[in-house]
Nanobody, 122 residues
Framework: QVQLVESGGGLVQAGGSLRLSCAASGSTFSINAIGWYRQAPGKQRELVAFISSRGGSTNYADSVKGRFTISRDNAKNTVYLQMNSLKPEDTAVYYC???????????????WGQGTQVTVSS
């Protein structure tokens, strides 16, 4: 079992920054990779970025490339999502997921956090 807890969301003006955290506990040795998703009202959930637990390879959705950076601190079992140059269209609930990175592919896992709300005002 893996538990994931997100934090760091909030209200920010367009152009601002936020850093989200995803803290893992439980069987963290079993985590291959962590992905960040977001879901805006009325829209499908979207994979934003993911990072492998060992090699540290990363991948980003085109919509956030150059603005968001995913990183990890294995000693703290925490993955971060630094979000810069935020836009109103980044408004969503952000979730982290413990999945798998196979080559360049992402495979969604069964463990999710509760989500953290990010609201970007124009």
């Amino acid at each position: 079992q893996v538990q994931l807890v997100e934090s760091g969301g909030g209200l920010v003006q367009a152009g601002g920054s936020l850093r989200l955290s995803c803290a893992a506990s439980g069987s963290t040795f079993s985590i291959n990779a962590i992905g960040w998703y977001r879901q805006a009202p009325g829209k499908q959930r979207e994979l934003v970025a993911f990072i492998s637990s060992r090699g540290g390879s990363t991948n980003y959705a085109d919509s956030v490339k150059g603005r968001f950076t995913i990183s990890r601190d294995n000693a703290k079992n925490t993955v971060y999502l630094q979000m810069n140059s935020l836009k109103p269209e980044d408004t969503a609930v952000y979730y982290c997921n413990a999945g798998q990175n196979v080559g360049s592919m992402w495979l969604e896992g069964d463990y999710w956090g509760q989500g953290t709300q990010v609201t970007v005002s124009s």
